[in-house]
DNA sequence: CCAATTACAAACCGTCGGTCGGTATGTAAT
DNA sequence: ATTACATACCGACCGACGGTTTGTAATTGG
């Protein structure tokens, strides 16, 4: 550089997760006011009084933006749903419930950044921004839900090999079809995609527990819960093949 | 300019029409290929095999791509919908669902053109693109819907003062939830919006068919299908107010 | 056959996301 | 105090992309 001095603003430095909240706050005022593409980085820099350099310097990309609030909102949604977990009495499966009960609440009431949300979410062509935004969730809920399904199995309620799988699928199926449809049935490859994509939508729009369920995961291996009682939750392993033999069934039967 | 010499390809000349439809195509492939955002227009001009300014002759814009794939599709389905409509036996009402079936089956068969279709329509920040589209899809579809109706009226299966405003309700309704939302509860302006939307949103999703459903119209006016009697459509006018009790009613109905 | 219009080519432009060299502000060891 | 090092931050710059403008060859129609 030729003559770069140091004249102007001079801005008063900030602790750096100051700065980086602080950034965060104004951009996603600016989100969820106008959208994703109509917000420029400039935008954020006015709003937040910050310049280019030392944006990028908190954060790699616009994208960034993103999964910083994001994960914000996550942990907030942890919060909430911690406590109702924590307030929950009964087995496993009612704790976990209450869990997923405590974050759909949380939903409910933060409808301004749930819309935000999906409108971005709902997006990418290739699903690389999704994809991250997902991850940067996982990771913060798996953990716990880890907790809850070990729970589940001294408990007698749950019955899976691999409390860590078991939780990402949890992850995956309260997270919006998409995700569930890519991670589970996609990789699974089995038969028709689509009918497995209906009966799993059909499946996930039926009540507000994670009850009434059904999925394939990645190693053809299947979750399930009967409609017929709600209460128990089966999580095993099975063909694919014999999963949609019981989906089908399942569907016939509510059909009637 | 200065030196804009017309030496290089000197391409074939197309008919206007023949041009449109082959920078369609090549779009339209490779929108479904990568998205939206992924795919610039250079991408476009190589596969068309054509120059920015004529594509910008026959396009006013990327988005425009979007609109004229749009309005291709539709025009597909409506095809198909016709011929369902034209072969079903029945009164009004039953063509009726026999055109919607007829469209859905197309959706169904052509999965991937609707993946695409959603992930670009769910994204925008601020719906003007989303509104462009549905009004291409609007023009093409609601003159038929209108037939139909009027066919209804004479029949005594529809209860309608305006054909053309149903019709519009109906293609807003068959839509995807947004279009009903914005237009119908937003501007009917009348009360909590985020409950009057998970409200409709649950009624939408009930069955295939058209009935079974809940929509207040602009005026506050409300179109209602009782859930006890499938054939039965009512579309008449009540205040929103009436509207959202009956609509709390059907549910309470629902959940027990 | 020539003028007007149409279909197209390609240079050009403004904006936006992102980079990079550099400076200002600490803070800790000497 | 001074030095040494890390890190917050600045702002000129860049390439790509969507869109505009200018220029030209083919077509049409009178």
Redesign the pocket.
């Known amino acids: 550089?030729?003559?770069?001095?140091?004249?102007?603003?001079?801005?008063?430095?900030?602790?750096?997760e100051?700065?980086?909240e602080a950034i965060l706050n104004a951009a996603q005022a600016l989100f969820m006011e106008r959208g994703w593409?109509a917000?420029?980085?400039?935008?954020?820099?006015e709003a937040a009084?910050?310049?280019?350099?030392?944006?990028?310097?908190?954060?790699?990309?616009?994208?960034?933006l993103l999964t910083g609030i994001v994960v914000r909102m996550t942990q907030q949604v942890i919060i909430v749903a911690e406590t109702a977990r924590r307030e929950a009495s009964g087995d496993a499966l009612a704790r976990l419930n209450a869990f997923m009960a405590g974050s759909v609440s949380w939903k409910a009431e933060n409808t301004a950044e749930m819309r935000f949300f999906t409108n971005v979410l709902a997006k990418p062509g290739n699903d690389i921004l999704y994809r991250r935004i997902f991850d940067a969730t996982a990771v913060a809920v798996v953990p716990v839900l880890e907790d809850l399904v070990a729970e589940g199995i001294e408990d007698g309620t749950f019955d899976v090999t691999d409390t860590r799988v078991t939780a990402e699928v949890i992850v995956g199926l309260s997270h919006g079809r998409r995700q569930v449809l890519e991670d589970a049935v996609v990789r699974a490859s089995s038969g028709d995609l689509d009918e497995a994509a209906r009966l799993l939508d059909d499946r996930m729009r039926a009540e507000g527990a994670i009850c009434d369920r059904l999925l394939c995961l990645p190693q053809g291996s299947v979750l399930l819960s009967s409609p017929q009682d709600h209460r128990r939750m089966l999580i095993g392993l099975t063909t694919p093949d014999r999963a949609n033999e019981q989906a089908d069934a399942m569907c016939r039967h509510k059909d009637q």
Do not use: Q, W
């Open positions: 550089m030729e003559l770069g001095n140091g004249s102007k603003a001079a801005r008063k430095r900030m602790a750096p100051d700065r980086r593409e917000v420029t980085i400039a935008d954020v820099l009084g910050i310049s280019k350099g030392g944006f990028y310097h908190h954060f790699t990309a616009k994208e960034d």
